[in-house]
């Protein structure tokens, strides 16, 4: 099973970006089918911010779509978020996820199997 590692999480002012990064190990990324970003608030339950399907399908929350990007390098075995314009809201940590089965939706941290420890990002008003 791929153990995954994120990276890249701060504190930055409202406005300000953040890459974060995600190293598998153990096995090779190309052979999971869904991978993604995934976030938890204080208080508040996971959810998806953006995955990645198959080959380059990509999948945005609403929240996010036009500030962040989900991207995936398959020979460093990396998956990458860059957010920008960050927001208050968009404090919480940040986990990294993937799955090897086939899934019609990968914003469901609920069909992933593999998890990071996850990175924290705080972003002040």
């Known amino acids: 099973q791929v153990q995954l590692v994120e990276s890249g999480g701060g504190s930055v002012q409202a406005g300000g970006s953040l890459r974060l990064s995600c190293a598998a190990s153990?096995?090779?990324?190309?052979?999971?089918?869904?991978m993604g970003w995934f976030r938890q608030a204080i208080g508040k339950e996971r959810e998806g911010v953006a995955s990645?399907?198959?080959?380059?399908?990509?999948t945005y929350a609403d929240s996010v779509k036009g500030r962040f990007t989900i991207s995936k390098d398959n020979a460093k075995s990396t998956l990458y978020l860059q957010t920008n314009s960050l927001k208050p809201e968009d404090t919480a940590m940040y986990y990294c996820a993937a799955s090897r089965a086939f899934h019609n939706n990968c914003m469901n941290p609920n069909v992933m199997d593999s998890w990071g420890q996850g990175t924290l990002v705080t972003v002040s008003s």
């Open positions: 990645i399907a198959g080959v380059s399908i990509t």
């Open positions: 153990g096995d090779t990324i190309s052979r999971y089918f869904c």
